[in-house]
């Protein structure tokens, strides 16, 4: 009996401890926000992956109602360890970063799970312990609450910290804060390469672009050494650009774009409009702003005739971009620059937005007096970063991995890419979100324009299956035999070298859904 009693209180520690590690990652995707995990919670619950726990309450019905027996504790750690492995670790797009605030909050999960667990023991129902599996989630934000004094104290410290590390370099660094709801990690690559031939340049890695992933950049990267910090700045809410200003007080600042990102949790475009222009509040009224003239949302809302505009479309603006040409092999184009002087830029990267995102870069490393003809140079050696219409040998297949996000603007302009290319050209996408309301209507405008570019069409998974396919059947797709819904990527992928043809395939993958909607 004692045998079979721990090996089910193993198998529900291993359950619970796996869903604690996978609850917390979704909770860190989540910002730490905690209602918008909440209801992310609560979606699940509604949805039919609350079957997962069913062992979980099998195993605490069977050992309540059979609590002295032996076989029953078995049964119970049998399911206990099912549960275990539909919590097992998975491959994720965005691992769990294992931070302090992490380990801190695993910890008082913990402390609680044993509390209630002691509980269930003196009062004889043992058993009951399993029920704390569904729970997970919940007890996870408890766990959150209980902490929230501690890791305001923390976060305090740490901002601190990072501010004396900035005001203490005010004569010695220069900082150029770059947001936008599209193209700023881009931007961010080409501006860093192109200051990089004159100065020492840091730039925030990967996706650390909020306060506290900015704080880290600040206190463990920056050296005395740097001249210019280049810092992404995202944002989900009002505010929350202008709190990272306070932090790095930026000289220079970039927008690259506003159009409906996060629309879930900024509700309305109006309220993107006024955090990303936080920016252009924290620089001021002088000429250190570099803004996309083509974006209305961006271009009406000028308010100092001292910014600097780029664009390929509006003629008004300081660097206007001329006689665009993409092709597979990559982009040409002329460039206007505000005093008259014209030269000619190749570019090896594909798709017309990212002749914006050099655009924003040239224009930002033309104030900080790069020599042009070296602007020339640097633009032709430019590499995308990796999955933004990055090119990938597929063997037999051509792969345009533009996995790591999408918009509305840029999943068109990535189909425009696709075009450009000779052979049977196929899409794979999830389609987007975290576009709020919009999110039907722009997943069927993205299935409009799949329809008008692509040959084959593969849909992964649900969540946007719908919507996708009313988009394609407008245009006369035959969806019968050339749209085909898939479980994933890869499956696609196969699918695609089974094709009959001798053509080239052409295969772009646009967005990968954050592991939270997985």
């Keep these: 009996m004692l ?44 949805s039919k992956r609350i079957l997962v726990f069913l062992p979980a309450i099998v195993a605490a019905v069977v050992t309540v109602l059979w609590r002295e027996s032996a076989v029953a504790f078995v049964v119970g750690a049998v399911l206990l360890a099912c549960n275990a492995w539909f919590f097992r670790p998975f491959k994720a797009k965005k691992p769990l970063v294992f931070t302090p605030r992490v380990w801190r909050m695993l910890t008082t999960f913990a402390l609680i799970c044993i509390l209630m667990s002691v509980l269930f023991a003196v009062l004889g129902l043992c058993g009951l312990a399993p029920l704390l599996l569904p729970f997970a989630g919940f007890i996870l934000l408890l766990a959150n609450l209980i902490n929230r004094p501690i890791e305001k104290a923390v976060c305090n410290h740490y901002i601190k910290e990072a ?53 880290r950049v600040i206190r463990e990267m920056l050296k005395p050494s740097h001249e210019i910090f280049i810092c992404e700045m995202g944002a989900r809410d009002i505010g929350e650009i202008k709190e990272i200003c306070d932090i790095v007080l930026p000289s220079y600042g970039i927008i690259t774009s506003i159009g409906p990102q996060h629309l879930e949790t900024f509700k309305c475009i109006e309220n993107i409009v006024k955090t990303k222009f936080e920016l252009g509040d924290a620089v001021g009224v002088n000429d250190h702003m570099v803004l996309n003239g083509d974006n209305r949302y961006i271009y009406d809302r000028r308010y100092s005739e001292k910014y600097t505009y780029y664009g390929m479309v509006n003629t008004k603006v300081g660097y206007f971009a001329e006689n665009v040409a993409t092709t597979s092999d990559g982009t040409a184009f002329t460039l206007r620059f505000p005093d008259g002087e014209v030269l000619d830029f190749t570019s090896r990267l594909i798709g017309k937005h990212n002749v914006l995102n050099i655009l924003a870069s040239v224009a930002m490393a033309d104030k900080f007096g790069i020599e042009r003809r070296d602007l020339v140079r640097a633009v032709k050696m430019l590499e995308p970063p990796a999955h933004r219409l990055q090119i990938v040998d597929g063997g037999d297949i051509t792969i345009i991995d533009d996995s790591f996000n999408s918009n509305p603007s840029g999943s068109r302009s990535a189909l425009e890419a696709l075009s450009s290319f000779d052979g049977v050209r196929v899409l794979v996408t999830p389609g987007m979100v975290e576009l709020g309301d919009s999110q039907s209507i722009l997943n069927y405008e993205l299935g409009v324009s799949a329809g008008d570019f692509c040959e084959y069409i593969y849909v992964v998974g649900s969540v946007n299956y719908e919507s ?47 592991d939270n909607f997985k």
Excluded: C
């Design 3 to 46: 045998v079979a009693v721990i090996a089910f209180f193993l198998a529900f520690a291993a359950a619970i401890g796996l869903a604690a590690v996978y609850y917390v990652h979704m909770f860190q995707l989540e910002s730490y926000l905690p209602v918008q995990f909440s209801k992310w919670l609560l979606e699940r619950a509604k």
């Design 163 to 215: 501010k004396n590390i900035i005001k203490a370099r005010k004569n010695t660094l220069t900082v150029i804060g770059i947001t936008g709801s599209y193209g700023k990690t881009s931007t961010k690559f080409f501006l860093t390469k192109l200051l990089s031939q004159k100065y020492n340049v840091l730039m925030t890695p990967a996706s650390y672009n909020t306060t506290m992933g900015v704080v």
């Design 468 to 514: 996708i396919y009313k988009g394609v059947l407008s245009t006369g797709f035959d969806v019968t035999r050339r749209l085909i819904r898939v479980n994933s990527p890869e499956e696609a992928i196969a699918m695609v070298r089974a094709l009959p043809t001798s053509l080239k395939k052409i295969v772009l993958l646009e967005n990968d859904l954050p």
